[in-house]
């Protein structure tokens, strides 16, 4: 079950950046929960700030004087949300992780920057260490958003990547529960990845069609499987056959999708279906975004 008491927006101030602040209002709004604006001062990066030698108290003031107006220019264009701001010094991974702990938050969001998708977020790769280090899950907004979904407010439609493993699970619980709070259109999708078609396609031709068939129906019904009573009604089924962050990116834009939800494994960067390389794949593309949800052993 999804606790959302608190939902902690991390910015870097840059418009790309601030993207996230929108959705992670409505999040917050729509579970009553706090919003927590988070902001981090990378000491060894502070030339953004105009200055070469600075007190970091005296720095914190000013730049939280700053903060505070231009995020409350943000919001006072949305429906009201009960917020607040931290600002802290330090590393941005280390201080956003702490944040999160410290306020009990149940889901982090944050952009990216458009200029090289998930690699650079706030100082550095710090999308990618939180991703696989976070308790909690981590809504990651593409920086370079499309103009049509770059003022994306609120969640309408929701697709659960699934792989069948225990971190995918994890994922699929919980983007159940974010449609039925947020009444959202679900779909639950499955890929069929391209090495897998390939041993399908390579098969005695009188056979290809009926393998093929079963093998769409078996993974229909596995889908179904975990879809609750009270949403078998709305809830679409796919089966996608290729690469996965791309048949799961053309599905959303065919089908208006408004967020993907996936799970990441923790083993390591580099994985194949459902995991950090998909994820990571699917928001350099930058058309969606994408919920990594990390199952903690």
């Not at 290809?208 to 009604?233: I, Q, Y």
């Amino acid at each position: 079950m999804l606790n959302m008491s608190t939902v902690v927006c991390a910015t870097d101030l840059s418009e790309a950046s601030n993207k996230a602040v929108p959705l992670a209002a409505h999040i917050a709004r729509s579970f009553k929960a706090k919003l927590v604006v988070a902001h981090i001062i990378d000491l060894p990066a502070v030339t953004p700030y105009g200055e070469t030698m600075v007190d970091p108290q005296e720095l914190r003031v000013r730049v939280e004087e700053s903060t505070r107006s231009q995020i409350g220019d943000i919001l006072a264009l949305l429906e009201p949300v009960d917020w607040d701001l931290h600002i802290t010094l330090g590393y941005p991974a280390k201080e956003i992780q702490q944040i999160v702990t410290e306020t009990k938050a149940g889901l982090l969001v944050a952009a990216t920057h458009p200029r090289s998708g998930l690699e650079r977020f706030l100082l550095g790769s710090v999308s990618r260490k939180l991703m696989f280090t976070l308790t909690v899950p981590f809504l990651i907004i593409p920086g370079a958003l499309p103009l049509e979904r770059s003022a994306l407010h609120r969640i309408e439609s929701i697709m659960i990547a699934c792989d069948f493993s225990e971190d995918s699970d994890s994922a699929l619980f919980l983007g159940i529960d974010l449609a039925r709070h947020l009444k959202a259109k679900l779909t639950l999708a499955t890929v069929v990845d391209q090495g897998q078609l390939d041993q399908i396609l390579t098969t005695d031709p009188q056979k290809e069609h009926s393998v093929a068939g079963r093998l769409v129906c078996e993974l229909t019904n596995k889908l179904r499987a975990f879809v609750p009573d009270d949403l078998k009604d709305g809830t679409v089924l796919e089966v996608l056959a290729g690469h996965p962050h791309e048949e799961l990116n053309k599905y959303a834009i065919l089908n208006h999708v408004d967020l993907i939800v996936m799970g990441v494994h923790g083993r390591g960067f580099i994985e194949n279906l459902m995991v950090g390389s998909t994820t990571d794949r699917l928001v350099r593309l930058g058309q969606f975004p994408v919920m990594a949800v990390r199952k903690v052993h």
